[in-house]
């Protein structure tokens, strides 16, 4: 059991550092024995954790998704938040840590667009890695909706809203250069504002 504990701890410490790699040299510069300099091991040794650089990027990502998805589920979880207040929450969070990352997301750029170049399916691989948030944002509006917080409306529709905010978000800071991204806070908040019921005193 320590055996696995320790391998599962070298593996995400190798992830973690990897993941400050990519972000300062790009996919395409960092190389395999890159990667087992910075960790302070060998490539053989690297070999027994991961196979190859394209797999390290793609766990390194991943890692980094669950612990983001790991925050949005506490703040579902607060029932002292009203469905408004849990959306804007979950979507301001979302919004920090894409500008905390703004260099990953410039460095994901880059790799999907290699991955398209090589035949891809970059639609699939950024869906697999959104369908959680997707699931999480239905939850909350399905939850609102039957509390009667938000108006009926079609789930799928303010999910895409919602969802394709995002993604302009992520195009500011990776195309644009954009370090700040006050205006689609503010975009969300309207759509969310819109949707929600107020009470008539």
Not at 38 to 51: H, N, V
Not at 119 to 141: F, N, P, Q
């Amino acid at each position: 059991m320590a055996v696995l504990v320790e391998h599962d701890k070298r593996k995400h410490e190798i992830l973690e550092k990897a993941l400050g790699l990519f972000m300062e040299e790009g996919y395409e510069d960092v190389t395999y024995q890159k990667i087992a300099d910075r960790c302070g091991i060998t490539r053989t040794t690297l070999y027994i954790y991961f196979k190859n650089k394209r797999e390290i990027f793609i766990w390194s990502i991943k890692q980094l998704t669950q612990l983001i998805e790991q925050n949005l589920l506490q703040i579902l979880e607060d029932t002292s938040l009203s469905a408004s207040d849990c959306l804007k929450k979950m979507c301001m969070h979302i919004i920090d840590e894409c500008e905390a990352n703004q260099q990953l997301f410039i460095v994901l750029l880059d790799y999907l667009l290699q991955l398209q170049k090589s035949g891809g399916d970059c639609a699939k691989r950024v869906r697999r890695r959104t369908v959680r948030l997707e699931h999480l944002m239905s939850t909350i509006l399905i939850r609102g909706m039957q509390d009667g917080q938000f108006k009926q409306q079609r789930v799928t529709d303010i999910n895409n809203v919602i969802y394709n905010l995002m993604q302009s978000a992520i195009l500011n800071l990776a195309v644009l250069s954009q370090t700040k991204l006050d205006e689609i806070r503010s975009s969300i908040c309207f759509i969310i504002d819109s949707i929600t019921v107020t009470q008539e005193n």
